[in-house]
């Protein structure tokens, strides 16, 4: 154990409190959130559709109907999360999301090959409670 001090009152406290004992303020290392990335669609033609998604370093392929999920750092820095979506050769459409530090969210890609051009792909994203 070792002592810190409050970022609100200034006085001395546990580095495993979880609030200060003083003024209530919550302490304790921030833990880092989860970005998960779903790609869903309404789609009428199945086609050769996915996304790539590029977060903190880390690049991973999702396909239809499926998820994947990124650490997201709590170190104080915004990133971006990067999506390029991909229907065969024709459609695609890149996505820049800013992703705050320790934030966890869920983003959902869909398409909707309801709709022209790059208006087909829909995104969305909620907060995503991990406990
Ligand atoms: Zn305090």
């Known amino acids: 154990m070792a002592l810190i001090k409050c970022p609100e009152c200034g006085k001395e406290i ?10 209530g303020c919550p302490i304790g290392p921030a833990s880092n959130g989860v970005l998960r990335v779903q790609l869903n669609s309404f789609l009428k033609l ?28 709590a170190d104080g820095k915004t990133r971006n999360c990067n999506i390029t979506c991909v229907h065969g050769l024709l459609d695609g459409r890149v996505f820049n999301i800013p992703i705050q530090s320790g934030e966890s969210k869920k983003i959902f890609i869909t398409y909707n090959d309801g709709k022209f051009g790059s208006n087909k792909w829909e995104y969305r994203d909620e907060l995503y409670v991990t406990k």
């Open 14 to 23: 546990s580095d495993r409190a979880k609030a200060c004992i003083n003024c």
């Open 46 to 73: 199945i086609g050769n559709m996915s996304i790539t998604v590029t977060f903190n370093g880390v690049t991973k392929r999702i396909t239809r109907g499926y998820y994947d999920e990124f650490v997201v750092p």
